[in-house]
């Protein structure tokens, strides 16, 4: 069975950091392209971060740049987003999302992935 599973969420204060995990089960994640997205209640899924299956290219949205990064372990077939100087608007559940499609262009479109995991929630506040 194919599966993603987000681990790592939780709460923490406005400055904090934390380090989600995606962890892939049933097919061999080095073959995809790997996005974290997030979502707010009220608000649409947005792309956060995409790196290649390789590791060598990442993106990111705006508003992580400089404070969020994504990585990747295929000989653990994980894939992390650490994420430093958290603010209360990155308050949202988390997802990580496997494509073929690599990470250039509209990589933030959700219709790119194939796989989703179920999210880990991130609260960020005092």
């Known amino acids: 069975q194919v599966q993603l599973v987000e681990s790592g969420g939780g709460l923490v204060q406005p400055g904090g950091s934390l380090r989600l995990s995606c962890a892939a089960s049933?097919?061999?994640?080095?073959?995809?392209?790997i996005g974290w997205f997030r979502q707010a209640p009220g608000k649409e899924r947005e792309g956060v971060s995409c790196?290649?299956?390789?590791?060598?290219?990442?993106k990111y949205a705006d508003s992580v740049k400089g404070r969020f990064t994504i990585s990747r372990d295929n000989t653990k077939n994980t894939v992390y987003l650490q994420m430093n100087s958290l603010k209360p608007e990155d308050t949202a559940n988390y997802y990580c999302a496997a494509a073929q499609v690599g990470c250039y262009g509209s990589w933030y479109g959700v219709s790119r992935y194939v796989y989703w995991g179920q999210g880990t929630q991130v609260t960020v506040s005092s």
């Open positions: 790196i290649s299956r390789s590791g060598e290219s990442t």
């Open positions: 049933g097919f061999t994640l080095d073959y995809y392209n």
